[in-house]
């Protein structure tokens, strides 16, 4: 019963932050022409991506408009730098808990950094639909909209911490599940006839993207590993004993990042003049050849650059040496690290096909069915959904029995 009390109030404390976090999003920032600007909106690319992380805050220019978004590029240029500078990735690896405390403090001093020169840009960019633009209002938009981010930085901290799952990824999971219904109001003609046939199509290829999903997220290539204490025991190959590697390393960024890449040209297709350039640009939109080949080779190009951020195998085949444990029929030490080097290569590279796979779904169903409300259901906003509910439940599955072992010990 105890149990069953911490848990419910961690999970209150959770709902309470994201229902905080949420209504941030429609405190408008005053001074603004929000109708005006809103009605220049329906058809910009970029803003409708970075949309799906801040619940449409791009859009309102709310007090929370900037949402997580400055925190995930701060994480992201906190792991470049930790790659790329000893003394931070030494920081890291030997300094223990005290080493992750000065991570996350420069992380947050990134975070802040990012939040004012995303306020900047804002304030410039909203200029023809401000009603008295001046330092004044760049100077209150900077702080409102760098406060707000940094409230939403604190409440995924406080989440993590003391609430259940990852703050800053429950925190993109409200905003995507927020943006479904007027997706699908928008998308969908009621009047129609066809909508009970529309259903009935995407429904099954709905579950049938989620099906795949759930099997990039989730696949895992189980890599055998021996120790001499277990040869000493039984002189027998444990199958319970190995290293897992996962199919899709990198999660959902390499897709979100791909996206972001190919809706740049879209975007810069309306905001020049230039016809040539347009012409350019004009090239990448959505469903063209070339558009396709760009977004599969960016997606295979994200997802080697974030396995190798996230999995070292150098440090993979060297702690197995320390603790005495080996591939079989494999040396360790170098050999070790090239033959994880050659698998994870593979993993990383299948991986990116079943990401673009995903990616290509829904435009080849709405191209095929000519039902655009498909179109909501976004391979990034997916793998995200997915991503973010398998490692929430995972957590309360984990959490509930930690506490049961607990009680049973005392």
Same mark, same amino acid.
């Given at each position: 019963m105890l149990t069953n009390s911490k848990l419910i109030k961690k999970i209150i404390l959770t709902l309470l932050l994201l229902i905080i976090a949420r209504l941030g999003i429609f405190i408008p920032i005053p001074g603004i022409d929000h109708d005006a600007f809103y009605d220049q909106l329906g058809n910009n690319a970029l803003i409708n991506? !970075?949309?799906?992380?801040?619940?449409?805050?791009?859009?309102t220019i709310g007090l929370f408009a900037l949402g997580i978004v400055p925190y995930i590029n701060a994480s992201?240029?906190?792991?470049?730098?930790?790659?790329s500078i000893p003394a931070l990735e030494k920081i890291q690896k030997e300094e223990g808990e005290i080493g992750r405390q000065k991570i996350t403090q420069i992380t947050r001093y990134l975070s802040l950094g990012w939040a004012i020169i995303q306020s900047i840009g804002i304030s410039l960019w909203i200029k023809p639909y401000v009603f008295s633009w001046g330092i004044t209002f760049i100077f209150d938009v900077i702080i409102s909209l760098t406060t707000g981010s940094m409230i939403i930085m604190w409440f995924s901290e406080v989440i993590t911490e003391k609430g259940i799952g990852n703050g800053a990824s429950l925190l993109i999971f409200q905003n995507?599940?927020?943006?479904?219904?007027? @997706?699908?109001? @928008? $998308?969908? @003609?009621?009047?129609n006839y066809n909508l009970v046939k529309q259903i009935a199509i995407l429904l099954p290829l709905f579950i049938l993207m989620l099906i795949i999903t759930i099997l990039v997220q989730e696949g895992v290539r189980k890599i055998t590993i021996i120790s001499a204490r277990q040869l000493t025991k039984s002189n027998q190959i444990d199958p319970q004993s190995y290293l897992p590697i996962k199919l899709n390393q990198g999660g959902v960024m390499p897709i979100v990042f791909a996206s972001a890449s190919i809706a740049l040209p879209n975007y810069l297709e309306t905001s020049i003049t230039n016809a040539?350039?347009?012409?350019?640009? @004009? =090239? %990448?939109? *959505?469903? $063209?050849? !070339?558009? !396709?080949?760009? =977004?599969?080779? !960016?997606?295979?190009? %994200? *997802? =080697?650059?974030y396995s190798s951020l996230i999995l070292n195998t150098e440090d993979l085949a060297e702690n197995l040496k320390k603790l005495g444990a080996s591939v079989p029929n494999i040396r360790p030490g170098e050999d070790t690290n090239q033959y994880l080097k050659k698998i994870i290569n593979k993993l990383t590279f299948l991986g990116s096909l079943f990401l673009f796979l995903v990616a290509l779904v829904p435009s080849i169903i709405a191209k095929i069915t000519n039902i655009n409300s498909f179109k909501g259901f976004g391979a990034t906003s997916l793998l995200i959904l997915v991503g973010v509910a398998i490692d929430t439940a995972k957590q309360i599955q984990t959490y509930i029995i930690s506490e049961q072992y607990e009680s049973m010990m005392k």
């Open positions: 991506f !970075l949309n799906i992380f801040s619940g449409g805050g791009f859009s992201l240029v906190m792991q470049l730098l930790i790659k995507i599940i927020s943006g479904i219904p007027q @997706n699908l109001k @928008n $998308s969908i @003609n009621v009047d040539k350039l347009q012409n350019i640009f @004009n =090239y %990448f939109t *959505s469903n $063209s050849t !070339l558009y !396709l080949i760009t =977004y599969g080779l !960016l997606i295979i190009v %994200f *997802s =080697y650059f």
